[in-house]
């Protein structure tokens, strides 16, 4: 909500971009990165209307779910209408498929958006979870745990 994006400074976005591009080299060709307000699509098949994620993850995560729904919310937000996702885990050679959001998925991302909203317009951050591992990699982790000494 601040502009602050430390994505490209997180060696493990830069992993997870390259084992995107490089995991299906044969079908990179047809994605296109696209820009949004509000995120980043960084494969997207503009024909078939398709999200393609690839996680390195070995643990199918909501997160990734979440990931992509929204993803397929702000497209639907800039004129493009029932985008489908898949998200694939290389490591486990598994695949994922998203089918096209759901009234009551345009519903639930209503509320995690005014959820952020709300954090973001409130005074006071909300408590940090301790989470090692999830914190441990993220690309926030200096904003939460780096504290100044006296
Ligand atoms: S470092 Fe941990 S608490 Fe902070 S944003 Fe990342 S996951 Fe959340």
């Known amino acids: 909500m601040n502009g602050i994006n430390m994505e490209h400074s997180s060696d493990l976005v830069y992993e997870g971009k390259h084992i995107g591009e490089h995991s299906y080299d044969q079908r990179s060709k047809k994605y296109r990165e696209i820009e949004l307000e509000g995120g980043k699509i960084d494969f997207f098949d503009p024909k078939g209307k398709v999200i393609h994620e690839t996680k390195k993850s070995n643990a199918f995560e909501k997160a ?27 490591k486990q050679k598994k695949v994922l498929k998203l089918p096209a959001l759901t009234e009551n998925d345009f519903e639930e991302i209503q509320v995690w958006t005014e959820r952020v909203e709300h954090i973001g317009q409130s005074q006071e951050m909300p ?20 504290e100044e000494t006296e």
């Open 64 to 90: 990734h779910i979440a990931q992509v729904k929204y993803y397929q919310y702000l497209l639907d937000k800039n004129g493009v209408q029932n985008a489908t996702g898949i998200i694939e885990y290389p």
């Open 127 to 146: 408590p940090k979870k301790n989470k090692p591992s999830k914190c441990r990699n993220c690309s926030y982790f200096d904003f939460c745990w780096v």
